[in-house]
């Protein structure tokens, strides 16, 4: 059975910063691309950022400079620090774990709610 589960979302003032945690369990987790989708009220879902099994990482534009992904394959974790955060940030945050191939496949979590707000 494959879990994900986010911890970290919260309450924080404009220029505060968080950090999002996913653990994983029930798959190999070192062979997975591993990232963070967001969803506000009336939005779509968008990529914050992803990082490859080979650690390669990738952010969306809104988020570069400020929102740092990385992963520990030993502890089957991926984080996500968030920087200097604005209102435009507030969102359901969600975890995917993505087999990357001819039959590729995703596993999320349930979401963690980030709020901005002073």
């Known amino acids: 059975q494959v879990q994900l589960v986010e911890s970290g979302g919260g309450l924080v003032q404009p220029g505060g910063s968080l950090r999002l945690s996913c653990a994983a369990s029930g798959i190999i987790f070192s062979i997975f691309e591993m990232g963070w989708y967001r969803q506000a009220p009336g939005n779509h879902r968008e990529l914050v950022a992803s990082?490859?099994?080979?650690?390669?990482?990738n952010y969306a534009e809104s988020v570069k400079g400020r929102f740092t992904i990385s992963r520990d394959n030993a502890k089957n974790t991926v984080y996500l620090q968030m920087d200097s955060l604005n209102v435009e940030d507030t969102a359901v945050y969600y975890c995917?774990?993505?087999?990357?191939?001819?039959?590729?496949?995703?596993?999320w979590g349930q979401g963690t709610q980030v709020t901005v707000s002073s």
């Open positions: 990082i490859g099994s080979g650690g390669t990482t």
């Open positions: 995917y774990a993505r087999r990357v191939g001819p039959i590729g496949y995703d596993y």
